[in-house]
């Protein structure tokens, strides 16, 4: 029930032996669609073919309603990548779809991007004041320019792409197609998660390794941050000069963003946000008889608090899966509500019952506050509210969009505040320092909590 | 997981005060579209208004697709009632989708039906020797004809409803708008569900009280077996004159169709589930490290064998909720599965785990084999495989969309042979004597299970 | 530019040799189109199948949308028919497209109907007192209702088909498929048009002979006011035992509704207008410099006026073809005129020039008011109006829509009163006695002119 | 019938006022379908507001399916542009619509473009080897990029369009909407259209004076060969600096693309094809006793021939106007076909008839072939074709789609042996000399008749 909203997800795929991508790069997407709902699309290509063949196709909606079946059983090639995307941009969005392909001084380049940069007014500066048009407003078209800038002068796309990352700041994975090549590009910090994997004679590039194993490709590794793969006829080439053995890992894949089923650099999800329940139990222990989650993001947490706890766990939602994206939402006058719809008590597991109810985040405090008092409703003798993050504070700049500040409860209220706000009868946010523990000990950038940005971000006017 | 089709979901709201039930309406179905996602409808009129003035819109498609907002924002009235579908039936579905709306003798009649009828033959035999002439192959343009046929020598089209439903044999539930009446109607066996409830001045029927608590009405009450209920600017009255003492409930609602957050003829549908997952520990312990159900249908009963048996619950699978009608399915040639894309195995929760595995129906046992081979992949030490259901050995002339016999695993494969053919290391079905318990001790219609049926069935040729 | 509405084209074709008929059935309503641009739809059918084994399509809209390539490639069978539809009856008119396709006492039925019934609400009346009930509100499931009555108690369906003729009053073209028969069915005055034709061992049913071309099919002959003509698998039987010799041709097929190309009741189209063209030129001679008609429907009673008067002929507008049903109209507020955006005069053409100005006919008088000072501002001299049909006075119950009485600008003022308020110089109506001349000397339903119905009437109440 | 394709058209519009002018754009593009029926779309801005504020919509498919009510209802602006393109390039043509809109150094961009550069690979070989990226394959795109390039060193918008319009050769009409500036250029040699007009305080940009009558706009004046023109707040401004006085308008204007009702360059087009007729009427009389014309192309030049001659000009054909874009084709099983399904002969006009036929040009040969056929087969004595160009021998390099040499059957066949495989009775092609008179003494290029090109054009291959 978070209500943030994670950017983009990534996939490419290059077969060796020449069989056709499409259908995969499809599934690939399929097991990504949790990453981004408004926007996807896939481009294919020959690499036996003439340069700048290239079939993509693209637009608002979701993989479902994008994708049909006679659009992906027309295209054909042997290599190719897709994307897809959430964002918050104006009207005319589809312009803003990826992949981006585009024909430049080599023939045709598709690129696909999941991130977001620090730099880009700068790196648009200088593009646009030598003459540069752009089609879109995405960091994305920021980059290819500058490949293609770069490509004039390299011997290889993976050094224009090398060239160009050195340029650009922020976070970022990247998947890349030229007319015989597949690349993939992590930022330094690895920001963004990307892995590979091998399917017979074809490597798959994917934001996580949950879209591996829907296409029954085998995980081979995460791509390091900093790390620039080619992959051609030849195999795969591995780029480590971008590399600075300083990383910051985004906390939010643990705690949010990334499918249960995935495991990203070497840490299971699933694992994580049982360690992350399982702490809060240390740091808030209470008396009470059932622990719940909140379907479908606080239940894994929930889970973990319950083994911690000892208290039973059991579902007090049932989730109504048929509301989506055309759902007609309730006006001012109906008498139905949203949460209502989507959400109803289970009232014989909630009935006289002191309850532990977990969630992963909290933005604006209306959802919870809801949930609390249908608990109630129903017979909840006691909610302890527990959030498998802490309080949100600052901005992300790395592609994660967070409501602006006045929006964000914690921002303006302390957290007893917020607990009597929300109808909560204790409310305990994640301690900052599990937040490692949770995810595997990994280096991370939990700004968002702490204001410690692992770069130097744009002054905000 | 469960291939069994439910019929249909049926909803109707008369608001005395005149308020616009359209969005009501609209609600309703969205919490009852699990009882059918083939096509679904609704009707609205005004009471106050000329005979005759109703608008209607229903197609082929789930209620997110058909009733569109700029649709349900031109409908008005305060009387209506809607449906959801599942069918089976050749090309031109669209001509069968519900409410049914007619004129007949007294203006306007619109009709939304779950069940079916075993004389059917002969009631429409009946009508064609006198000329009717049919537009749709449903029961409920058979049902309409005869309320139109009393009607005429009828006092009130209650007594219509009346004098049909003593010809009609079979289970129904049905909801009716007439000009300045809705009527409730369930079969004297209580086969299909039908509930009332009250928001202000508005009554509500529904298949559900799921549907009750959607448009924020109370529950008020079952409809009874064989009751007839005429809900008028007068208020509600009901006619007992069908009812014959001898009930039959679908033990299938409790089993698998009904929604968790529904109560059902006094028993709530959650607790149903658990208790026989209870049950199947009591049957078939067996030494075991993890409890798991399969995604939805297996999960309530998995969380009551965990109690009854104290082994720990735990999640096995990931479901990708993205994965809706117009996904496109893999071909032969292709190598990514159906099943891999719509679960994936947490595989840090399975490996080296003896696991019992839970689920509420096996059909053809392709699903179920797909899973134990996918938990074992993962590394499960063994899989025990707990059905909270008898198997399956008669056909449903009731309204459920069972496959034909040779299909049905357990027509034809002794139970032991069954659990070889999925790859489990042991297979326990629920035993017949615990339905009743599991379904609070309800008379039930197990027909499915026993061959039992609560009236005489058609002969097959 | 006539804005009468005709209310359906039919169209029935069965081919002896067993080859599929879709494609011609469709070919055959796109040149049907002209007569009702509101809904369409098609049934096709086995002879050598299962009885009711029927495909069928319809729904609002023209052919080119309703008919997509994907659905036409799908259906199949050697006897078909198919309808085009205008008509203006409330909110869900896709209930109402035909053909209609029902199931009856000898299997499936389907028909489609042109014109309209004075006796609906008797022969409705006797079947809902009968508990008879309706799913659309279109005299043509009065008709269908009727046959399957008769069918119980008659020994083929062609005899059924006659009994029901017998009790329906009006005016009606009838194409009707049953499991091994193709029915064509004309009333008695002859009212609506119907002809045959013959393709190798395929026979054709059509409203216009332009439709038999369509399909390549030879113009057999008109079918005979009040004859049945069944085809089955033995050839072609006629029986004529509803004629009366009491017949009367619609005149506005002559005037405006068959399309130029075609010949109906041996009167060829083209040449009746030109003749209707040539009388004005005898009634109202005028000098003038060119001869102009309005697009479409009055260029070829201009071209007849400009040839009786040896004024020459010219065009004098030009018409954007590209407007079609979703054309949106300028607003109050915007300066664009509908009139202006559809048609344009051709300045060099009119400039200095005493024109006279020919259409079909004159409803509410705002078009031709338009394109007369269309014509003047672009520098006409003077504009003679001439129109190819009597002053509009009486409603027609047929199935012509006429605008109401109060809409029709002749129903309350003179021939003087209308020249003056449309702004022209001159203006003429053919002489009624010429109608006649015109249309081949056929005996004429002219009703709408001079008020003598063929038959008698409803009282208006 | 000519089966030649007419690149696009152009209309821009700024309201001093501050007028909405979305619903003009949209008028004005209706009014100029004719010249592009592939894909269209149209851009809005509001001067007063922020740089960059721009909205569009564009996409393959008609102005009435891709310009709905609520979309265009929904934009808003006082200043924008629209365009209608026909092409031929490759699947994902989508992306290739116009007006481009992009960002750039100074903001926003919007431009829309009529015709083809001959240098375009020079210009993007240069731009590309500078690291310049290309969304489309248009030429629209290449003189987009250079604009924005100048207009880094240039003062003004128009100053950076001057500069463009010096590098680029070829034919073009350009409008081109700046944050606050609306600018029209047409090509030194003038061989693309462009004028303007004004409605009250609203100047208009069109490819068409039609476009500027659909608008209720005055037409003012044709922007000069090689003119820059300029429209800010503060009025017109007409820039020379580009024109040579060496002048080629394109004779197909004339001939075929433009509408009956536009005067271009001072020469109405319907006198045009009057005169065009004449000249075949002197250059090759015949006896006989109708002329007539091939809908819709070859009506005008068959009055003009007709005039000349005293030879009755009449109708010989019934053109179905409901054959659209999605009309399904008969396939070579079918015996219907598509020349007869969009034409019919009106036998009456035809039988016994020597006929003169007239058509604006001849591509392949198989329409009119096709025709002479059907009137020879409705009892036609005689049919001369009369051709109202010159035959086609050279391919054009200025954004007409002619199909390639090898299917042009004059450019390997002499008038003779066309006339035999047409099978007509003469054949009579326009003679050279006339087309300056038919087009009013204009300069022009006649490049596909003569091979004169009015500059250096690139080397095939």
Known sequence: MAEIKEACG???????????????????LTSLQHRGQESCGLAVSRT???????QFHKDLGLVSEVLREDTIRKMEGDIGIGHVRYSTTGASV????QPLVLSYVKGTLALAHNGNLVNTPELKWELIQNGAIFHTTTDSEVIAFHIARERVHSKTVEEAVLKTAQKIQG?????????????GVRDPYGLKPLCLGKRGNAYVLASESCALRAVSAEFIRDIAPGEIVTITKDGIHSDMRLATGKHAHCVFE???FARLDSTMDGV?????????????????PVEADLVTGVPESGIPAAKGYSEASGIPFGFAFYKNSYIGRTFIKPTQKERESSVHLK???????VKGKRIVLVDDSIVRGTTIANLIHMLKEAGALAVHVR?????FLHPCYFGTDVPSNDQLIASSHSTEEICKMIGADSLGYMKSEYLEGMAGHLPLCKACFDGNYPMEIPDVE
Do not use: H, Q, W
């Open 171 to 183: 976070a970022y994975a990247l998947v890349i197609m030229s007319p015989r090549k597949l690349i």
């Open 343 to 349: 959400l109803s008590v289970l009232e014989s597991v």
């Open 10 to 28: 990534v996939f490419g795929i290059y077969d060796l032996d020449g069989e056709n991508v499409t259908p995969s790069i499809y599934y690939g």
């Open 94 to 97: 589809a312009e803003n779809a």
């Open 387 to 391: 959030i498998c993050s802490p309080p």
């Open 48 to 54: 036996n073919g003439e340069r700048g063949n290239v």
């Open 254 to 256: 643990y705690i949010y």
């Open 268 to 284: 299971n999800i699933y694992e994580s946000r049982i360690r992350g329940g399982k702490s809060l139990a240390k740091s808030y």
